[in-house]
């Protein structure tokens, strides 16, 4: 094996997974050939596919290479740069930076492949939905692939509310629908040009990432996604898929079980306490306007039962079971609201995701409607500057629809009962409740505290997936390859791309009116 690792990355930390090579390894082994999609711009998402690529390589594997985010029929939720602004301007795209520095790196030009079916058209011919609303949509299969599910995942504009009275523009579902046959139908025809047998995706639930996963999966091929890591490494990469979430615990208990325990307590309580003390980076989002050690004023009660809800947009889409989850998150709320009206003394605070503020209006005003309707006895909505985690402290009871809030609160050491899918259940920090019987049993005996149950949460969250060893990241948070540097076109490059592809989307909601 080649050795080109790029040391210069200071501040090298133990990460999940000792080496990449070690884990790509049974996958390049007898003569394994690796194929790697791209269908978006981000720099975190290039940089994974551009380590695993120059990692297959040294490991002796065939490697194909597809950087497709500029040919598909519809412009992924990732894409930024049109190639041939890109080119006019003399600045080009973070996909091409990724190419040249790979080729620089020792990969043939050859592996570079461009989508192998010219003159393509979807086969056999699929007929629209007869209304465009989501329970419609969702139905909508291409082969045994659930299209109409992924087309859900990213809505048409800012506005466009999960209710399913709402419909949806017919151009935009359909030219999204043609842009998942076209991903589909292309991999497929790629892995069997190239007998790949291992595909590596970007692990998004969006359109373009699911159509080609379904491919892989329609002729057996092994599917492995990248994705972000921790705060402290630098990528993920993973066969288990978005929202797999009983994959991900597995990975946390097995991480925490091999990891000293001095190490795991420091870095998993790391975690939780700069989230309670704002200081992640990025958690503005979810924490909005908040006040940090903000409580408001909170009614007096012996049993206070805080509920923390989840984004609706964000857990519409499972392909789970939702009978044994309350059904929805609005009727687990009125179920709970109506247990803790006949427990004596017990006063119900619900504190909708802050998240929320940002989402589309209509979601926003029927999750109130819900909320009003099961009359609780305090409602602290998204613009509040209420601090989540100071109320944690105040409440006797936390229950969430699968919110992060409850595997946050059991930390603290607060009893939480978790109604609705979650990335924690398994871990013994949560009880889940499935029914009526068992919600009222758990509130009015809540579960033993199990603080010490969360801390491989937090220490995934710290650790995830590797880190970076051929790539070097540079001050600028871009990164770097065989001397080549890897990052997005210039701001104006962007600007005029996306000009070009909001005049485009305009054409396709022309005429597009909701019920």
Same mark, same amino acid.
């Given at each position: ?10 501040? @090298? ?27 978006? #711009?981000? +720099? ?12 297959? #390589? ?35 795209? !973070? ?10 790196? &020792? ?22 939905? @007869? ?29 466009? =509310?999960?209710? /399913? ?20 139908? +292309?991999?497929?025809?790629?892995? +069997? ?10 692990? *998004?639930?969006?359109?373009?990432? +699911? ?8 002729? &057996? ?25 009983? #994959? ?44 940090? *050690? $903000? ?23 499972? /392909? ?39 989402? =589309? ?50 930390? !603290? ?6 109604? *609705?899918?979650?990335?924690? $259940? ?10 009526? /019987?068992?919600?009222?049993?758990? @509130?009015? $005996?809540? =579960? ?16 995830? &997936? ?36 909001? #005049? ?6 022309? $005429?597009?009116?909701?019920?």
């Amino acid at each position: 094996m080649t050795n080109k690792r790029a040391n210069a990355n200071s501040g @090298i930390v133990q990460a999940e997974f000792q080496s990449l090579d070690l884990y790509l390894g049974p996958f390049t082994s007898d003569n394994g050939s690796i194929a790697l999609l791209s269908f978006n #711009h981000w +720099q975190f998402a290039i940089d994974a596919l551009t380590e695993t690529a120059a990692t297959a #390589h040294d490991l002796g594997a065939t490697v194909t290479i597809g950087l497709w985010a500029d040919n598909l029929p519809m412009r992924d939720t990732g894409w930024t740069t049109d190639r041939r602004i890109a080119k006019v301007l003399g600045s080009p795209g !973070i996909d091409s930076a990724a190419m040249s520095a790979l080729v620089d790196y &020792g990969i043939p030009k050859t592996s570079f492949v461009r989508p192998p079916v010219r003159n393509w058209k979807p086969q056999p011919t699929v007929a629209s939905p @007869i209304r465009m609303v989501r329970s419609e949509i969702r139905k909508w299969n291409y082969f045994e692939a659930q299209m109409g599910r992924s087309i859900l995942q990213v809505h048409p504009d800012s506005d466009t =509310p999960i209710r /399913d009275d709402t419909l949806w523009p017919q151009k935009w579902v359909e030219q999204s629908a043609k842009s998942f046959m076209w991903v589909f139908d +292309q991999t497929v025809q790629l892995i +069997q040009d190239r007998a790949i047998t291992a595909l590596v995706l970007y692990n *998004g639930r969006f359109t373009h990432d +699911q159509a080609a996963a379904a491919a892989a999966k329609s002729l &057996g091929v092994t599917v492995l996604y990248y994705d972000a890591g921790g705060l402290d490494t630098g990528f993920d990469l993973t066969t288990g898929s978005t929202h797999d979430w009983g #994959h991900l615990q597995v990975r946390m208990k097995t991480m925490a079980e091999s990891w000293q325990k001095d190490t795991v307590l420091e870095l998993g309580t790391r975690w939780f306490l700069n989230r309670q003390a704002h200081a992640e980076a990025g958690i503005e989002l979810f924490i909005g306007l908040q006040e940090h *050690g $903000n409580t408001g004023h909170l009614p007096e009660s012996e049993k206070l039962v805080v509920f923390y809800s989840s984004s609706g947009d964000e857990i519409a889409e499972l /392909d789970l079971n939702w009978d044994q989850f309350f059904n929805s998150q609005e009727n687990a709320l009125q179920t709970l609201a109506s247990i803790c009206k006949q427990s004596p003394n017990t006063k119900l605070i619900v504190r909708t995701h802050p998240h929320m503020r940002l989402k =589309p209006k209509r979601d926003l005003s029927d999750w109130v409607n819900t909320v009003n309707f099961a009359n609780v006895d305090l409602h602290i909505g998204p613009e509040s500057t209420v601090d989540s985690y100071e109320l944690m402290r105040k409440a006797d009871v936390v229950v969430t629809y699968g919110s992060t809030s409850g595997v946050e609160a059991a930390f !603290i050491g607060k009893p939480v009962i978790v109604m *609705g899918p979650s990335a924690y $259940n398994k871990l013994g920090c949560a009880l889940e409740v499935f029914n009526v /019987d068992q919600l009222r049993t758990a @509130i009015e $005996n809540p =579960p033993t505290p199990n603080s010490a149950a969360a801390l491989p949460y937090g220490l995934m969250m710290q650790r995830r &997936g590797f880190n970076y060893e051929r790539l070097g990241i540079t001050a600028q948070r871009t990164s770097r390859l065989a001397g080549v540097e890897i990052k997005p076109a210039s701001e104006l490059v962007r600007k005029l791309s996306h000009a070009l592809a909001a #005049h485009g989307t305009r054409k396709l909601l022309e $005429n597009y009116n909701r019920v």
